[in-house]
């Protein structure tokens, strides 16, 4: 995975842990998407308060690999990049490390794509999106 630049601390709970007292693997997605709503909170994509549905965008793929296991008290941070732009979607590399060591605990992706949630229809990635992500992640901008 190339550099990330952004990275969200998230506390791994005791209610978050499986029988053998690992993380649970749905929560590894759970943690993916909390870093994900603070990385668009912090490029000014999205405010606290207002409707999820106004961020615009949906998941359509997420894979995660598992690398080391996560236990109880374990402190984590979770990195987010989006690594590509397209006409209506985006990769979003993302890793979950310990926030002590840098060891990377799992690592994964996914595309989300640009959606209108009022008529139910996909869009091509809005230009205000398209260069807050750009500049933050020094990607060149596809003129489409």
Avoid: C, W
């Avoid at 490029?43 to 598992?66: K, N």
């Amino acid at each position: 995975m190339s550099e990330f630049r952004f990275f969200h601390p998230v506390e791994v709970r005791y209610g978050d842990l499986d029988p053998q007292g690992h993380l649970n693997n749905a929560k590894y997605l759970t943690y993916f998407e909390t870093a994900r709503i603070n990385y668009f909170v912090h490029l000014g994509l999205f405010t606290p308060g207002h409707s999820f549905m106004d961020i615009g965008v949906i998941l359509a793929d997420a894979r995660v690999t598992f690398h080391a296991p996560v236990e109880y008290g374990t402190p984590v941070k979770v990195g987010v990049r989006t690594s590509r732009l397209g006409n209506k979607s985006m990769t979003v590399e993302q890793n979950i490390v310990h926030a002590e060591t840098g060891e990377v605990l799992a690592s994964g992706q996914v595309i989300l794509v640009a959606f209108d949630y009022h008529t139910n229809k996909t869009l091509r990635v809005p230009d205000v999106m398209r260069e807050k992500i750009s500049t933050f992640e020094g990607l060149e901008v596809q003129q489409v």
